[in-house]
């Protein structure tokens, strides 16, 4: 689904409410869960307009973190695979400005403030998830999640599934149906 004309031009009815600052943060050994609104929340009033939402993390294997966002979740609608999800202890650093959750190698750094994720692996710097980049977006057709990840110049994409087009993504708007 496209959502702009171009970068930043919404297309006409559209809205974006994107993860900007951390409410809350629960943590448990095998899941983390954020909460987070779409805007700076200075005021009891400003929690009354837009959504909240709720990031978990957890680790179905060491090394592989998964992340997911949801808006307004009550259970699965299904239909349900079985998946080699052997529930992994998270190691978690939390300061008041950020946190951290490791699994394995792989380290992803949750700044709450301004809130972005960097992933890291052994110490070297993956790709991030820049301010307002994750959001929950409204469209005509109903609602979807979005995602910006950062990446270099030289990287290049593949796969996505069964596709009759180049090899390489690079420069395509791929659609991905779950």
């Known amino acids: 689904m496209k959502f702009t004309n171009g970068y930043w031009l919404l297309k006409e009815g559209v809205s974006t409410y994107p993860c900007v600052d951390v ?4 943590i448990t050994p095998t899941c983390i869960t954020l909460y987070a609104a779409p ?7 400003q929690t009354l307009d837009g959504p909240l939402l709720t990031l978990t993390f957890t680790s179905p294997q ?7 966002m949801t808006h307004y979740w009550d259970g699965s609608p299904g239909p349900d695979f079985p998946i080699n999800d052997q529930k992994q202890t998270l190691t978690t650093q939390e300061t008041e400005d950020e946190l ?4 394995g ?8 403030d301004n809130f972005q994720i960097k992933y890291f692996w052994d110490g070297r710097f993956l790709t991030a998830s820049k ?3 994750l959001a929950y977006m409204m469209t005509p057709d109903g609602a979807f999640c979005r995602e910006r990840l950062q990446t270099s110049v030289d990287e290049q994409y593949y796969g996505f599934g069964e596709r009759f087009t180049p ?9 991905i149906w779950n």
């Open 23 to 26: 409410r809350d943060v629960q």
């Open 39 to 45: 805007a700076k929340v200075v005021s009891r009033g």
């Open 62 to 68: 060491e090394g592989i973190l998964q992340t997911a």
């Open 131 to 133: 301010p307002k980049q």
């Open 167 to 175: 090899f390489v993504k690079n420069g395509q708007t791929v659609d």
């Open 100 to 103: 951290k959750i490791i699994t």
């Open 105 to 112: 190698k792989l380290e992803a750094v949750i700044s709450k």
